[in-house]
């Protein structure tokens, strides 16, 4: 990994980390060939987009591939049946 790219993912951390609009710090940058991809959990879809589109407004010039995941936040609809 070069001394750049490594440059590049501490500021997407910075930023992820330290814009109030953000403000995660369970979120991962990580490097898969030419892509950077981000990953983790939060707690809504919405939330999810926002992150992603402050990221690709930010570094426009990156290839990033959003890979967050929604984390349930609700109680369990049904009754989970144990055998």
């Known amino acids: 990994m ?10 997407i951390q910075r930023l992820l980390t330290e814009d109030g609009r953000i ?3 369970g979120i991962t940058v990580q490097r898969r ?4 991809v981000l990953g983790g959990e ?3 879809a919405e939330r ?5 589109r402050q990221i690709t407004a930010n570094f426009p010039d990156v290839e990033i591939t959003c890979d967050i995941g929604i ?5 369990p609809a049904e009754v ?4």
């Not at 060939?33 to 950077?36: K, S, V």
């Not at 999810?48 to 992603?52: A, K, L, M, S």
């Not at 984390?71 to 109680?75: C, G, K, M, Q, V």
Request: charged share 35%.
């Open 2 to 11: 070069t001394h750049q790219s490594d440059y590049l993912e501490e500021s």
């Open 23 to 25: 403000a995660e710090q």
């Open 33 to 36: 060939e030419q892509t950077l």
């Open 42 to 44: 939060v707690e809504s």
């Open 48 to 52: 999810r987009d926002e992150i992603c």
């Open 71 to 75: 984390t349930r936040t609700s109680a």
């Open 80 to 83: 989970e049946e144990i055998s």
